[in-house]
Structure formats: C-alpha cells, structure tokens
C-alpha cells in the first residue's frame, strides 16, 4: 500500500523522484523548521499580493513598487541563500562545476551574491553559486548535499512540497502578470513584473539544476519524463479498453 | 567538462549571519569606489545589492513631487531604473563584444557600484535646490555633478580598462562615458515642482 502511494507520487510530480527511489527509511511529514517554511512563503506571496492589491491599499505607484522590490530582494536572498531545508539523497554526485564562460548567455539581471560560506542554512541539499577563480573566469557551481547517516536529516515530505510549491507557483505566477501587464498596456508596472519573473525564475532555475544535477542535463530528464508519461499512457489505455 | 565533487557535511552548520556579511560586503566595496585604487574587490566578490540600493535611490531622489496623485512620479521611478539596468547591460554586452574577459555580472556590478558618486551628488543637488534658486545655484550644482561624473568614469575604468585589449580601449570606455553623462544630465537637469 505503501508503496503504491508512493509510485502515485512519482506520477504527479517528477521533481520528488530523488525521494522516493533513493530510501527505505520512514518520511516525516512535521515541519522541521517552520521559521524558514514561513519566511519562504511569506516573502513570495507576499510581493504578489502587494502587486495585485497595491491599487486598494495606496495611490502612490511608487510606494508599491519599491516594497514590491523589497520584498523581492528578501525573497530572493533568503531562498537562495538557502533559508529553506530539503534534503536530498542523490547518490551519485554531489557537486558540478561548469567550465567557465558556460553560463554567459543565462541572462537574468538580478542581484546574485557570490555565497562563500554556508551559514545558518536550515539545510538546503541544495546550493548555488557563482565563484571567479585567480584567473578572472567564473563558475557556476550547483550542490546538492550527499546523504549523511544521521538521524536528524531525514526527509521531510511536507517541506520539501511547501519548498518546490513555493518556487514553482510564484514564476509562473509572474510571467501571467508580465503578459497581463503587456496587454492591457498597463506598461509603467512591466519594470516591476519583469523583475519579479526574473529573480523568481534564477532561483527556480538554480535549484532545478541542483536538482537534477545527478542526471546528465535538465532535457534528458524532460524527455525520460514525458516518454514515462505517454508510456503510462498507452498502458492505461490498453488497460481500460 | 562537468567535475563532480563530493561535498562535506557543511551545509549544515552554523556560522555568523549571511546578511551581515553581505552587508559588510557591499560596504567595502562602496569605500572601493569611494577610493578608486586597481583592486580585484568589485570584480572578485561580485554582487549586485549595491547596484539595486543605489539604483532606488537614485530613481527615489529623482522624483518631482507632483499634486496630481495619477502622475504621481510613476513613469518616472520606471524610467530611472529601465535607464539604469538597460544601459548596464548594454554595455556589458557591448564589451563582451569588443573581447573583453570580464564576466557579465561582473561588469553589471562595476558599473552599478560606481554609481555611488552620482548618487552623492544627487543628495548635494536636492540639498542645494533647497536654497533660493539661480545662476549661482545652478553654477554650484553643475560643479558639484561635473566633479562626481569625474570620479564615476575614474572609478569604473580603473576596474574596467584592465579587461580589455589595449586597442579597443577607448571603444569600451566611451559608452560607460555616455552611460554616466546621461545620469549625471537626469541629474543635473532636475528641478522640483
């Protein structure tokens, strides 16, 4: 039973295959750390909702932009900095380095720090960086952390679906808005819409590297993906039929 | 090409705060600015808080204070930030182009940080406008915004001119000329209403 549930899982959404093939053990479905599931959350909605209300609460266009702002840049701070936990047992590998100068088309212009140190992480598996070697070259470096043996850092379903919820809806969510922006001509708020699907979308962009940073590249995993779904697919229909 | 490397159990310990040292960062590299000297600090350690902090509140300052709440400023604050960001990487690309090997985001931060001294002389500015308007007013205004635009394309090309080849030089440097002239005219051309 238990394992049908999970192979549903797998279905739904592939982004939490890395938890359900790797371990046996039992998932914790409590939340570890509630202060940084909250401040996750809080920070992304939060800029939405200011966006979509800013007309109720003030008339001053400005105001609402410089909060949306704001409340972007912690937002983007606090998830890439990894405030969030998820924890990832990826056997294989744990750290890619991409040659230099691989990266200098991804085109977000968005405040990225230069993270050298890992500090109060609630524990992302999950990191990224960029780091400038002695000879002017950048990196791109996605992490993810390897499986430890401690009882502590067991997976924690709940989380891991607010983490990947969050990341995922709040892009998306912005570029409806950038098109909404776009045609209904309401033109002086498309800086801040742009923005907003920007640095949402390097962070989503970050961690679904980090993610599927075991695989060969992110349209491997596509493919493999869709070519699961349709097999799925035909067998369903061969069943019913 | 991709080199895999296992990591350590750090990620999960503790250690001082993130924002402080984001926030000492970005000061340090103001005082890089402040103090042009050849250093690798803005291109190393990129980051471009520093460019955002500076670029709100170069588009804040430069807000006319209108009564009419429908153009209360908007397009303007937009504006400013488009101008800002868009010249940024326009640049970047354009030096990319020339050869140049210096990174994108690198170059972005550069070019934002050394906003700084602009963004100083549109406090002098606002400061000065308090005061009774007229030639004087003006002189002092367009000395003080001729000195900072100085000190901007100094600052920049000390951490810039380094990047490229020795020929296309000037090519590189003439469009972070533009970039501040027309900063420092938004400035210099600002009265409040």
């Given at each position: 039973m238990l394992q049908q549930d999970s192979n549903d899982d797998t279905e739904d959404v592939s982004l939490f295959d890395a938890e359900e093939e790797t371990t046996n053990r039992p998932k914790k479905s409590k939340i570890r750390h509630p202060v940084a599931s909250f401040f996750h959350l809080f920070f992304r909605v939060s800029a939405i909702v200011v966006y979509l209300l800013c007309e109720l609460f003030s008339s001053s266009f400005i105001a609402c932009m410089v909060t949306i702002i704001l409340l972007l840049s912690c937002d983007f701070w606090a998830v890439k900095d990894s405030v969030l936990p998820i924890f990832l047992e990826?056997?294989?590998?744990?750290q890619i380095t991409l040659p230099p100068g691989s990266l200098t088309f991804f085109v977000p212009w968005t405040p990225f720090t230069v993270e050298v140190n890992v500090t109060g992480?609630?524990?992302?598996?999950l990191r990224w960086w960029n780091h400038i070697d002695e000879d002017g070259k950048s990196h791109w470096v996605f992490e993810s952390r390897k499986a430890s043996?401690?009882?502590?850092?067991?997976?924690s379903e709940a989380e891991s679906r607010i983490f990947w919820l969050g990341l995922i809806a709040c892009p998306v969510l912005w570029v409806i808005f950038a098109f909404s922006a776009l045609f209904s001509f309401r033109v002086k708020w498309l800086a801040v819409v742009i923005m907003g699907v920007a640095l949402q979308g390097a962070n989503l962009y970050g961690y679904i590297r980090c993610k599927v940073?075991?695989?060969?590249n992110l349209t491997n995993m596509a493919t493999s993906y869709l070519g699961k779904q349709l097999l799925r697919q035909d067998t369903g229909d061969d069943q019913t039929s | 090409m991709a080199k895999a490397v296992e990591s350590s159990g750090e990620l999960g310990t503790t250690s001082p705060r993130p924002l402080m040292r984001d926030l000492k960062a970005v000061g340090k590299k103001f005082m890089h600015v402040l103090y042009p000297?050849?250093?690798n600090t803005l291109l190393r350690d990129w980051d471009l808080w520093g460019p955002l902090i500076l670029c709100v509140t170069l588009a804040l300052m430069l807000q006319r204070s209108s009564v009419d709440s429908e153009q209360d400023g908007g397009p303007q604050f937009a504006e400013v930030f488009v101008i800002i960001w868009f010249g940024a990487v326009t640049i970047t690309v354009n030096s990319k182009l020339l050869g140049g090997n210096i990174s994108f985001f690198q170059s972005l931060c550069v070019l934002g940080y050394c906003i700084l001294p602009l963004t100083v002389a549109m406090l002098v500015c606002r400061l000065v406008l308090l005061a009774e308007q007229g030639p004087i007013n003006f002189m002092v205004r367009l000395f003080v915004v001729i000195v900072m635009f100085a000190w901007s394309i100094v600052a920049s090309t000390a951490f810039?001119?380094?990047?490229?080849?020795p020929n296309r030089k000037a090519l590189a440097i003439y469009p972070v000329f533009l970039f501040y002239f027309v900063i420092s005219w938004m400035i210099l051309t600002f009265t409040p209403q």
């Open positions: 990826c056997g294989s590998h744990s992480r609630l524990m992302v598996g043996a401690q009882e502590s850092k067991t997976v940073g075991s695989r060969k | 000297r050849k250093s810039l001119a380094d990047s490229q080849p």
